[in-house]
């Protein structure tokens, strides 16, 4: 048996666990991944986005089950083009990061958390709006499963690892938006480990929130607190 009969074997490996089909230890292992990403994302390390892009190349084979034949058989063109999109986006964020951490070793972390601005939002909004729309046509024309609830998770997603890449508080709750259209999705779809991710994800996403939205209190207030004056001053 060579390398690649191997290889090929590892990537065709399934899980039977009476659920009427077999799931792909592949979508397991990528879920695992992305888990992996949030978690080190929570904490703000720049290890969030080369592992999250590990998890991406995995996932992009399981949402083509016609394509790849897997066994649930179903194209979602939206949560496979995703992944690719989210390689472009990892490696923005994986380059912005690093550099915030070369530049603030003393923190060894990759990026300050903020809100957005005034204007950040209404470009979210509006880009929220017209991806959704054109991502909808796009994907009804390709036959993807779902084309309405798989257009916003494929633009959600893309907004909130934007948001996540110039450290907005807010991409965390677009990736709420993103769970609550996923999870019913993928359970429809048979995707049981990837619906049980999004809403492991879902809840752990309110926890990023408030740690993020805490870093980012704390760090405000120290910018305010007053310089402290030299002995005798005064």
Same mark, same amino acid.
């Given at each position: 048996?060579?390398?690649?009969?191997?290889?090929?074997?590892?990537?065709?490996?399934?899980?039977?666990?009476?659920?009427?089909?077999?799931?792909?230890?592949?979508?397991?292992?990528?879920?695992?991944?992305?888990?992996?990403?949030?978690?080190?994302?929570?904490?703000?390390?720049?290890?969030?986005?080369?592992?999250?892009?590990?998890?991406?190349?995995?996932?992009?084979?399981?949402?083509?089950?016609?394509?790849?034949?897997?066994?649930?058989?179903?194209?979602?063109?939206?949560?496979?083009?995703?992944?690719?999109?989210?390689?472009?986006?990892?490696?923005? !964020?994986?380059?912005?990061?690093?550099?915030?951490?070369?530049?603030?070793?003393?923190?060894?972390?990759?990026?300050?958390?903020?809100?957005?601005? !005034?204007?950040?939002?209404?470009?979210?909004?509006?880009?929220?709006?017209?991806?959704?729309?054109?991502?909808?046509?796009?994907?009804?024309?390709? !036959?993807?499963?779902?084309?309405?609830?798989?257009?916003?998770?494929?633009?959600?997603?893309?907004?909130?690892?934007?948001?996540?890449?110039?450290?907005?508080?807010?991409?965390?709750?677009?990736?709420?938006?993103?769970?609550?259209?996923?999870?019913?999705?993928?359970?429809?779809?048979?995707?049981?480990?990837?619906?049980?991710?999004?809403?492991?994800?879902?809840?752990?996403?309110?926890?990023?929130?408030?740690?993020?939205?805490?870093?980012?209190?704390?760090?405000?207030?120290?910018?305010?607190?007053?310089?402290?004056?030299?002995?005798?001053?005064?």
């Amino acid at each position: 048996m060579d390398f690649a009969e191997i290889w090929l074997r590892l990537l065709d490996a399934q899980l039977d666990v009476g659920l009427g089909k077999p799931i792909l230890w592949r979508e397991i292992i990528g879920n695992g991944f992305g888990l992996a990403s949030a978690l080190l994302g929570m904490r703000r390390k720049v290890w969030a986005w080369p592992i999250g892009i590990v998890g991406n190349i995995l996932l992009f084979t399981v949402f083509l089950g016609g394509v790849f034949h897997t066994p649930q058989n179903l194209d979602m063109w939206g949560q496979a083009g995703r992944q690719v999109f989210f390689l472009i986006m990892s490696s923005y !964020g994986w380059v912005k990061w690093a550099a915030y951490r070369n530049r603030h070793q003393e923190e060894n972390v990759g990026v300050s958390p903020r809100w957005a601005s !005034g204007r950040e939002r209404l470009l979210l909004l509006a880009a929220a709006v017209i991806g959704w729309v054109a991502c909808y046509y796009i994907l009804a024309a390709l !036959g993807s499963w779902g084309p309405a609830a798989d257009a916003w998770i494929l633009v959600g997603s893309l907004l909130a690892t934007y948001g996540m890449a110039r450290g907005w508080i807010e991409f965390w709750l677009i990736w709420i938006a993103v769970d609550l259209v996923g999870v019913p999705l993928l359970l429809l779809a048979q995707y049981y480990p990837s619906a049980l991710m999004y809403g492991f994800y879902g809840a752990f996403c309110l926890i990023g929130f408030w740690q993020w939205l805490r870093v980012y209190r704390k760090e405000k207030s120290a910018d305010m607190s007053p310089e402290p004056q030299p002995a005798g001053v005064g």
